[in-house]
């Protein structure tokens, strides 16, 4: 129950956070013509990697994007691509997750974390682009470079949010092992 309710505010703040982004970054690619998206995507794209990150397990990124998706749809706030809106917000996640299966990671490292954000960004940018733009090929390939670029850096401010979690809950960990009675055979706690 617990990853799935990490899931859905993952996914929730991924929404929430793109009528944001997007047109900060519009400042940035509009004189480039390349999508928004693109440049933005790594800051909306983290949040798949850090709800993998925290659950650990497969096919979280999916279930992300999957419910991004509902969410646009049922709402229709920024972004909704309408029923296309299964596709490109599910096919991030598909190949972000088949991507660390591949290497056998679960965004443990850095490096791993910025694959994954990486992989996101880029098949978010690749299935809006053959929705919508369809780009001539010059503009796809600086539109995609911008993607894995972005994608990457959300992928590692993923890990370094994740790593501040995991930090956290070691230290919780610690003082609520202290406090259990049934925990290290003391029978009282310490009292703070």
Same mark, same amino acid.
């Given at each position: 129950?617990?990853?799935?309710?990490?899931?859905?505010?993952?996914?929730?703040?991924?929404?929430?956070?793109?009528?944001?982004?997007? *047109?900060?970054?519009?400042?940035?690619?509009?004189?480039?013509?390349?999508?928004?998206?693109?440049?933005?995507?790594?800051?909306?794209?983290?949040?798949?990697?850090?709800?993998?990150?925290?659950?650990?397990?497969?096919?979280?990124?999916? $279930?992300?994007?999957?419910?991004?998706?509902?969410?646009?749809?049922?709402?229709?706030?920024?972004?909704?691509?309408?029923?296309?809106? $299964?596709?490109?917000?599910?096919?991030?996640?598909?190949?972000?997750?088949?991507?660390?299966? $591949?290497?056998?990671?679960?965004?443990?490292?850095? *490096?791993?974390?910025?694959?994954?954000?990486?992989?996101?960004?880029?098949?978010?940018?690749?299935?809006?682009?053959?929705?919508?733009?369809?780009?001539?090929?010059?503009?796809?390939? $600086?539109?995609?470079?911008?993607?894995?670029?972005?994608?990457?850096?959300?992928?590692?401010?993923?890990?370094?949010?994740?790593?501040?979690?995991?930090?956290?809950?070691?230290?919780?960990?610690?003082?609520?092992?202290?406090?259990?009675?049934?925990?290290?055979?003391?029978?009282?706690?310490?009292?703070?």
């Amino acid at each position: 129950m617990f990853d799935l309710i990490i899931m859905a505010m993952m996914s929730a703040l991924g929404i929430a956070i793109k009528p944001i982004i997007v *047109p900060l970054a519009h400042i940035i690619s509009g004189p480039l013509f390349i999508p928004s998206g693109a440049v933005a995507g790594g800051f909306y794209m983290m949040w798949l990697v850090l709800g993998f990150g925290i659950t650990g397990k497969r096919g979280t990124m999916t $279930l992300i994007g999957l419910v991004q998706a509902i969410l646009v749809m049922a709402t229709g706030i920024v972004g909704s691509h309408g029923v296309i809106s $299964l596709v490109t917000y599910t096919a991030p996640g598909i190949l972000a997750d088949l991507g660390l299966l $591949l290497i056998g990671h679960r965004v443990c490292c850095l *490096p791993c974390a910025f694959l994954a954000g990486m992989l996101c960004n880029i098949a978010g940018s690749i299935m809006v682009n053959f929705v919508y733009f369809r780009l001539p090929l010059i503009p796809l390939v $600086l539109s995609l470079s911008a993607a894995a670029l972005s994608g990457g850096l959300g992928g590692i401010v993923a890990y370094k949010i994740l790593q501040q979690i995991l930090k956290f809950q070691k230290r919780g960990g610690n003082t609520s092992e202290e406090r259990d009675p049934n925990i290290g055979g003391s029978g009282g706690g310490t009292g703070s």
